[in-house]
């Protein structure tokens, strides 16, 4: 048996990405955004049985925040438990799919409730003075630098000034 079979949080360490759902869980108008998409959900008469609209669109709030596509999206549930939990779906239950995130980003699209959506949580975000600009996480820097001292004239390559070189003088630093 597995420690998160018993529904044990037992890490200690909050991760920025950890954070930053917490604060949105916090901030976004969850209720105002489903009471605007509700008109517009099916209600589960036939076929499987939706998941809950707020589910839906945390993930879609998800995968513009991530930057993850749909099949990205249904891969990072099975890697990321953060993102299972704060999407409001249980441990052991199904998960939706990539047509399932699909279809409901071409029902946000149909009925334009993609512009509505954003400018409710622009409002309240400007009413609390807060700002969400997009980013991106990077897991690799490259920084211009002069080239090593340690070749066998001690010095640096003249025609690498300012952090301006080439890349063949970089090999040869």
Not at 83 to 91: A, C, V
């Amino acid at each position: 048996m597995k420690q998160a079979a018993l529904g044990l949080n037992l890490s200690v360490k909050k991760t920025r990405k950890g954070e930053f759902l917490e604060q949105m869980n916090q901030v976004e108008p969850w209720t105002a955004l489903v009471e605007l998409i509700a008109p517009y959900y099916p209600q589960g008469r036939t076929g499987r049985p939706p998941f809950s609209l707020e589910t839906m669109l945390r993930i879609h709030f998800m995968q513009q925040w991530f930057t993850l596509s749909d099949p990205g999206k249904e891969e990072a549930f099975f890697d990321t438990p953060l993102l299972r939990e704060f999407s409001q779906l249980d441990e052991f239950a199904r998960l939706p799919d990539e047509s399932t995130i699909l279809r409901f980003r071409h029902r946000l699209e149909k009925h334009q409730l993609a512009e509505q959506i954003l400018r409710t949580v622009n409002e309240l975000l400007s009413q609390r003075g807060l700002l969400l600009k997009a980013g991106t996480a990077v897991d690799a820097t490259l920084i211009a630098a002069p080239t090593s001292t340690k070749n066998t004239g001690k010095a640096r390559d003249p025609r690498c000034t300012a952090g301006k070189c080439q890349a063949s003088c970089r090999l040869r630093g």
